[in-house]
């Protein structure tokens, strides 16, 4: 069988094609609670979370993100809001 286009079918791999129009909700890093556990960076299964541990600020590249929730689903002070995309 030949995939050529349109097929994610690798973790990670969203990051040679962009993904993000893919997306409902995107995450929105509200840099109130975060304690630079890096735990979304972490869990983001496209690596498309960025971020520093020392200044606390985080967030997502939109050309990649699927809006899987992933990472406000493991944010453990739920610093991280989804929110739905207008489309
Ligand atoms: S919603 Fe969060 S975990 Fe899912 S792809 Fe986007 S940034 Fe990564
Ligand atoms: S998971 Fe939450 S607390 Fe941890 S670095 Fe990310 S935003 Fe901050």
Known sequence: MDFKVGIIAM?????SNKTGSFANE???F???T???CNLCIYFCPE????GDKKT???DFDSDYCKGCGI?????PVD???????EK
Do not use: N, Q, R, W
């Open 47 to 50: 690596g498309v979370v960025y």
């Open 11 to 15: 973790p990670g791999a969203a990051l």
């Open 71 to 75: 990472c406000a689903e493991e944010c």
């Open 34 to 36: 975060c304690t630079g």
């Open 79 to 85: 610093d991280i809001k989804m929110v739905l995309v």
């Open 26 to 28: 995107v995450p929105v």
């Open 56 to 58: 606390k600020i985080y």
């Open 30 to 32: 509200m840099h109130k």
